[in-house]
């Protein structure tokens, strides 16, 4: 994709059947993004350049449904006259290199208009412990020289599950739930990777490092402070009413009840201080 202020360039690959023999998955992926607006004196700009290789592999136990992948993941954010609270720099770098691996079972057959099954998602994200060993004085230090290698933990999980209730009408139920931390509390949280809750969970497109979480019925990003936070929940509920079954174009309908919220800091959590949304849609 590509546009005036944002653009987007990505290659991937992908084997599901590495060997011919099973299905263990090969993919690697290659990207580039790049966002840049006019100031008044001249052009600031983010680019931010990945490359990722995974591996996955389907489970037999508990049961057939489960599958396992891993990934390494290596990110370069470039900055130019990049106007930013998070540090103290406007021009240098950042490199992220982590270990990721999702777990996960998925017993839903029709991913257009389940009717039944479940999907359950756990997500571990790690970086080196830079911190151990590196010598850098984070209280003291520069912001350039203690984010040039981002330092953080991230965990995340969600659930969904579908179940018709009477005749085509189905109920759909949903929860997620995200932690970001740090190896050393003298570093704290990293400038990028951070949540940021509220509205329809597509602007942003993830350009600075962020990770955007949908939330209807609030304005995006609105339910986290400005520089994001550091965990947050979200629950959901959906009745759906089919009223086109047309593999080739199936509208249905559907009432929703939504809850979630951002918190700062696990001091500052609390399961209970939620925000609500009510709507429906087709």
């Given at each position: ?56 592999k389907r489970l037999t136990w508990p049961d057939d449904y489960f599958t396992i992948t891993h990934s390494i ?210």
């Open positions: 994709s590509n546009g005036a202020y944002y653009q987007n360039y990505s290659i991937s690959f992908e084997e599901p059947w590495m060997g011919g023999r099973k299905p263990n998955s090969f993919s690697i992926s290659l990207w580039k993004t790049i966002q840049s607006f006019e100031t008044d004196e001249n052009q600031s700009k983010m680019d931010i350049s990945g490359l990722s290789i995974g591996f996955g993941n290596l990110q370069r954010y470039n900055l130019e006259n990049y106007q930013t609270s998070l540090f103290d720099f406007n021009d240098g770098f950042s490199n992220n290199i982590n270990y990721a691996t999702t777990f996960s079972r998925n017993s839903i057959f029709n991913p257009i208009y389940p009717r039944s099954g479940s999907k359950f998602t756990m997500y571990l994200e790690l970086t080196p412990p830079y911190s151990l060993f590196n010598n850098i004085n984070y209280e003291t230090d520069a912001d350039q020289k203690k984010y040039k290698f981002l330092e953080y933990n991230k965990f995340k999980m969600n659930g969904t599950w579908y179940n018709t209730l009477l005749g085509d009408l189905v109920l759909r139920t949903h929860f997620e739930l995200g932690f970001l931390g740090t190896y050393n509390s003298n570093v704290g949280l990293p400038p990028f990777e951070r949540f940021f809750v509220g509205g329809d969970g597509l602007s942003g497109y993830s350009i600075d490092g962020r990770e955007i979480i949908a939330l209807r019925g609030y304005p995006n990003g609105s339910l986290s402070g400005s520089s994001g936070d550091a965990l947050y929940s979200k629950y959901n509920i959906e009745l759906r009413y089919p009223i086109s079954l047309n593999p080739n174009s199936t509208i249905y309908a559907l009432l929703f009840g939504e809850t979630g919220n951002s918190w700062s800091d696990y001091n500052n959590f609390n399961p209970f201080e939620l925000r609500k949304s009510l709507g429906g849609g087709i």
